[in-house]
């Protein structure tokens, strides 16, 4: 009996981990969202108060994800596929979409907003995750129901638009594609028409070019295109290795745009240093690596894939992420997981962390049983 009680423990690193960047998120978005709030609202703890709601439901959404029954979700992994490509295509129904900075990416719950690309990422995943656990990705007739699902979901996701997250989720696609087995000629195929796509996108939307022209040379417009990005470089320069002491940011006194969400890593670099950014980068790298270990451990083909498709979607926007306020890719909306201000990305990672809890906790009742008899 000691034994299975000591199975359903949950991870308690990869819980630690996951709950410490969540409640450092909450204390950063006071620091870079607290001016611009009270100037706003009147309420300096506006954003706060908002995640901090958001982390009880993200609670009540991981402990309910660590609950599921995976031979359950396998079965239903088409369906959860498709209610999340109706719910990206409800943000064009006028009254339920929500525009905001000109794309049209939340739909309106009445109480809440609610951005569904975030679950259409993880919904991707585990679709994924239930082909490849029936077939390996080799030959490319194995691939097309994939391939299918991951050009729909992309497609609603750019029409919102929002090419941030979909590159993301062509980025973390081809990875599940590439541990499941494909080989060079698949992703030489794939590669095509992703080469000439990513040109054509790029000229189909002028703002586009204008940050891609931005991302190479930022000072060219430093007051339109180049601003964002040369203001996150004084924010992450000025850190210097300690950074300037908590809430001490310069840059988030309205210089710095979406310093609360999309760029909090430039008041992270800026108020804490570099000693300050390798502590969350290190954060970041230990929810990974938990991920391979319990993917590692997993009691089947279907849930070592599903751990491995969270692990890299924290891994893949967590990078992103970074890559854009440092200036290493052309500049683009994608929040910092469990950091950055918004309810849904932290709701929906939490659960997918939940799922993690509930992976880890079937293979440790397995060993546990194999111990006993």
């Known amino acids: 009996m000691a034994e299975r009680r000591k199975a359903l423990v949950a991870d308690k690193i990869l819980l630690l981990t996951a709950l410490t960047l969540a409640l450092f998120g909450?204390?950063?978005?006071?620091?870079?969202?607290?001016?611009?709030?009270?100037?706003?609202?009147?309420?300096?703890?506006?954003?706060?108060?908002?995640?901090?709601?958001?982390?009880?439901?993200?609670?009540?959404?991981?402990?309910?994800?660590?609950?599921?029954?995976?031979?359950?979700?396998k079965k239903f992994s088409l369906a959860l596929l498709v209610v999340s490509a109706v719910l990206l295509a409800l943000v064009f129904v006028p009254g339920l979409g929500v525009e905001k900075y000109g794309a049209t990416r939340w739909l309106n719950l009445g109480f809440t907003t609610f951005q569904p690309s975030e679950l259409a990422k993880f919904a991707l995943m585990i679709f994924i995750a239930s082909n490849l656990s029936e077939r390996s990705s080799a030959r490319f007739r194995d691939m097309i129901g994939i391939l299918l699902a991951t050009l729909a979901i992309c497609a609603l996701v750019m029409l919102e638009p929002n090419m941030s997250i979909t590159v993301c989720i062509g980025i973390c696609v081809l990875l599940m594609l590439y541990i499941g087995g494909c080989g060079l000629k698949q992703f030489a195929v794939m590669?095509?028409?992703?080469?000439?796509?990513?040109?054509?996108?790029?000229?189909?939307?002028?703002?586009?070019?204008?940050?891609?022209?931005?991302?190479?040379?930022?000072?060219?417009?430093?007051l339109g295109?180049?601003?964002?990005?040369?203001?996150?470089?004084?924010?992450?320069?000025?850190?210097?290795?300690?950074?300037?002491?908590?809430?001490n940011s310069r840059q988030k006194y309205m210089f710095l745009p979406f310093a609360e969400s999309d760029f909090i890593f430039a008041v992270i670099g800026e108020e804490l240093g570099l000693i300050g950014c390798i502590f969350v980068i290190a954060l970041f790298c230990v929810l990974i690596w938990r991920a391979v270990v319990i993917a590692s451990k997993a009691v089947n083909r279907f849930q070592t894939y599903v751990a491995a498709g969270v692990g890299i979607v924290i891994a893949v926007q967590t990078l992103l992420n970074i890559a854009v306020v440092s200036?290493?890719?052309?500049?683009?909306?994608?929040?910092?997981p469990f950091i950055s201000s918004g309810g849904s990305s932290l709701v929906v990672f939490a659960a997918a962390v939940g799922l993690l809890e509930g992976i880890a906790r079937n293979s440790q009742i397995r060993r546990s049983f194999h111990k006993m008899y």
């Not at 000439?196 to 940050?211: D, G, M, S, T």
């Not at 295109?225 to 809430?247: D, H, K, N, V």
């Not at 200036?327 to 910092?336: D, E, Q």
Request: charged share 10%.
């Open 26 to 73: 909450i204390l950063m978005q006071y620091s870079a969202s607290s001016y611009i709030a009270l100037n706003q609202t009147g309420d300096a703890f506006y954003y706060v108060k908002k995640q901090t709601v958001a982390l009880v439901v993200a609670l009540v959404a991981a402990f309910a994800a660590s609950r599921i029954k995976f031979e359950i979700l």
């Open 191 to 222: 590669a095509i028409p992703v080469v000439v796509a990513i040109p054509l996108l790029i000229l189909a939307e002028p703002y586009r070019l204008k940050r891609l022209l931005a991302f190479i040379d930022p000072w060219a417009s430093p």
């Open 225 to 247: 295109e180049g601003y964002q990005l040369i203001q996150s470089y004084y924010a992450l320069g000025s850190g210097g290795w300690f950074g300037l002491g908590l809430f």
């Open 327 to 336: 200036g290493s890719i052309p500049p683009t909306g994608l929040p910092m």
